[in-house]
């Protein structure tokens, strides 16, 4: 089978969960924090060049429905689901983003391992850690955008929540 209809699959799903599920929020999910200088713009393009490629790629590759695939894929789309669900306009302290302060990149982290070891492609695979790595870079300004927006609750929040899973 071809690794691009898992692609397929992750751009319908978020999409139209988020429509169904969460429509009040579809633009505030779209937005980034704002990137000041121009490495943190450098940065952005690179992610949103490397999120073309994971979405783009797969349709070069083939998958076998790898067990550990499978279990990770159901890991970040269920990741994704409660991300959107639970999202809202403030500060979202509650449901999954309780548990890591960025679980829409957690769930993204996921879905893209899973194509990886379904498709068992070492570039891919290379691509999904640097886009992990630009994903790190974009959270530091969503994070400190956060800080600037919400001040004390912020630092508050930073305290109780790991940025991930762990701190």
Request: one cysteine or more; proline letters at 6%.
């Given at each position: 089978m071809n690794a691009g209809m898992l692609s397929v699959l992750v751009v319908l799903f978020r999409f139209l969960v988020i429509l169904v599920v969460n429509r009040p929020?579809?633009?505030?999910?779209?937005?980034?924090a704002p990137m000041e200088g121009s490495n943190e713009k450098m940065i952005y393009w690179l992610y949103q060049l490397l999120q073309a490629i994971l979405l783009?790629?797969?349709?070069?590759?083939?998958i076998?429905?790898?067990?550990?695939g499978i279990i990770v894929m159901g890991f970040g789309m269920a990741g994704l689901?409660?991300?959107i669900h639970d999202f809202g306009?403030?500060?979202v302290t509650q449901g999954i983003y309780?548990?890591?302060?960025?679980?829409?990149?957690?769930?993204?982290?996921l879905i893209y391992a899973s194509i990886a070891i379904m498709s068992s492609s070492i570039l891919y695979s290379l691509f999904v850690i640097l886009f992990m790595v630009a994903s790190h870079f974009i959270i530091q300004s969503e994070?400190?955008?956060?800080?600037?927006?919400?001040?004390?609750?912020?630092?508050?929040?930073c305290q109780s929540v790991p940025r991930y899973l762990i701190s």
């Open positions: 929020s579809f633009l505030a999910i779209q937005r980034f783009a790629y797969p349709f070069l590759l083939k076998e429905f790898k067990l550990l689901f409660r991300a306009p403030g500060l309780s548990l890591s302060r960025h679980p829409m990149y957690l769930s993204y982290y994070e400190r955008w956060c800080l600037e927006t919400y001040g004390q609750k912020y630092v508050e929040y």
